[in-house]
């Protein structure tokens, strides 16, 4: 299928990607996912084939492409198994993207080589109990002591956190309190290894079962001066920008399993019969195919356009949430349309459109809520 967004180098890097996951995922992802097993094994290798920072320059370790390569990615692999594409999405939108985008020289080299060689993992702390939607209610806190920044608190649902390949995390803390009485938000860098820094597998999630979720537990931990990320009290800033770039690889999860589900519903709806012929060639069938197709290609070009605005440097926060909540949407309605069309068997363990019914779930919720885009697409558009 030909889009304008994409170049020869795009289409062998998709090429690319469908190969490995079509012969190195597939045949492991239901049981995976049962089990709740995040795989080392398949996280190197996707790093090994450069998918670990693939927008970044080579004097980083990157593999020089472009933001639009890692939407492919993200797609390719969302269209076998959503665990594996959230590892890689949340790994360079949330793990590398902050620290290239606003690191310092020093930081950028001592970090992201490492980050991008397929053997390391960072996470990117903003979640907490009461600080989701809300950013503001953050009360982890860090405090500056003899040239160093002890940090207290916790953090909750964080991606590439407790893995034995995670390295660390970017953290959002409170740094302090303005004469107004408002929090100053501050991101601060903190290696795994760091006395009073603690992880804990979060178990028996209902999607991404083989993607590494986290709890943080942060007490009196000491990290140097040098590792706040940015600006301080530009916390908020910091995170916002990660989060414009990070919607777009939710949106390309999203429209990646909406492909997966479609391609699996119009194979079963040829191959079941019924009343003697597929029941593909029932209208009620047939319209609800041709309703998801349009409504992935609808999706798609949306957020091939958002990230084409990113990749030319052109403002594209708005376009991020829109290309976010759509494609979110498209594939809650794609996905569940599919186990409509499988019936019965659309709900057993051992059909793959009951795993993607599950891992749709979580679209609608991280990176923004669709109810928080849409109050930021209204603020866009000047309501």
């Keep these: 299928m030909y889009y304008p967004y994409f170049n020869e180098m795009h289409e062998q890097l998709r090429a690319e990607v469908r190969e490995f996951a079509e012969k190195e995922i597939r045949p492991q992802a239901a049981m995976l996912d049962e089990k709740g097993e995040f795989s080392e094994e398949l996280t190197k290798e996707m790093g090994k084939r450069g998918w670990f920072g693939i927008f970044l320059p080579r004097e980083y370790g990157g593999r020089g492409m472009d933001y639009r390569s890692l939407v492919l990615v993200v797609e390719e692999l969302a269209r076998v198994d959503s665990s594996q594409a959230a590892t890689i999405a949340a790994h360079n939108s949330l793990g590398i993207g902050p620290i290239y985008q606003f690191g310092t020289p020093e930081q950028k080299k001592k970090y992201l080589p490492m980050l991008c060689s397929g053997e390391h993992l960072w996470a990117f702390g903003l979640t907490e109990e009461n600080a989701g939607s809300d950013s503001r209610g953050t009360e982890t806190t860090a405090v500056l002591k003899d040239g160093s920044w002890v940090l207290n608190g916790s953090k909750i649902?964080?991606?590439?956190?407790?893995?034995?390949?995670?390295?660390?995390?970017?953290?959002?803390?409170?740094?302090?309190?303005?004469?107004?009485?408002?929090?100053?938000?501050?991101?601060?860098?903190?290696?795994?290894?760091?006395?009073?820094?603690?992880?804990?597998?979060?178990?028996?999630?209902?999607?991404?079962?083989?993607?590494?979720?986290?709890?943080?537990?942060?007490?009196?931990?000491?990290?140097?001066?040098?590792?706040?990320?940015?600006?301080?009290?530009?916390?908020?800033?910091?995170?916002?920008?990660?989060?414009?770039?990070?919607?777009?690889?939710?949106?390309?999860?999203?429209?990646?399993?909406?492909?997966?589900?479609?391609?699996?519903?119009?194979?079963?709806?040829?191959?079941?019969?019924?009343?003697?012929?597929?029941?593909?060639?029932?209208?009620?069938?047939?319209?609800?195919?041709?309703?998801?197709?349009?409504?992935?290609?609808?999706?798609?070009?949306?957020?091939?356009?958002?990230?084409?605005?990113?990749?030319?440097?052109?403002?594209?926060?708005?376009?991020?949430?829109?290309?976010?909540?759509?494609?979110?949407?498209?594939?809650?309605?794609?996905?569940?349309?599919?186990?409509?069309?499988?019936?019965?068997?659309?709900?057993?363990?051992?059909?793959?459109?009951?795993?993607?019914?599950?891992?749709?779930?979580?679209?609608?919720?991280?990176?923004?809520?669709?109810?928080?885009?849409?109050?930021?697409?209204?603020?866009?558009?000047?309501?």
């Design 157 to 383: 649902f964080i991606s590439n956190a407790s893995s034995p390949m995670s390295a660390g995390a970017s953290l959002q803390v409170v740094t302090g309190i303005s004469g107004e009485g408002e929090k100053e938000l501050s991101v601060i860098l903190v290696d795994k290894n760091t006395p009073g820094y603690k992880t804990e597998k979060i178990n028996n999630k209902m999607m991404w079962r083989a993607a590494d979720t986290s709890r943080i537990s942060i007490s009196d931990c000491r990290v140097p001066f040098e590792n706040l990320l940015g600006e301080r009290g530009k916390g908020s800033h910091v995170m916002l920008q990660t989060l414009d770039s990070g919607r777009l690889t939710i949106g390309a999860l999203a429209l990646g399993l909406a492909r997966g589900a479609y391609e699996m519903a119009l194979e079963y709806a040829r191959k079941r019969v019924q009343f003697g012929k597929p029941i593909s060639r029932f209208q009620a069938v047939a319209f609800k195919l041709a309703d998801m197709a349009t409504q992935i290609e609808a999706a798609a070009n949306l957020l091939y356009h958002a990230v084409w605005l990113k990749d030319n440097g052109q403002p594209f926060a708005k376009n991020s949430a829109m290309a976010k909540l759509y494609c979110s949407e498209v594939a809650r309605y794609v996905v569940n349309e599919s186990v409509q069309i499988h019936g019965a068997y659309g709900l057993v363990k051992s059909s793959p459109v009951e795993r993607f019914y599950r891992d749709q779930r979580i679209l609608e919720i991280g990176e923004g809520t669709s109810e928080i885009l849409r109050l930021v697409i209204s603020r866009h558009i000047g309501t």
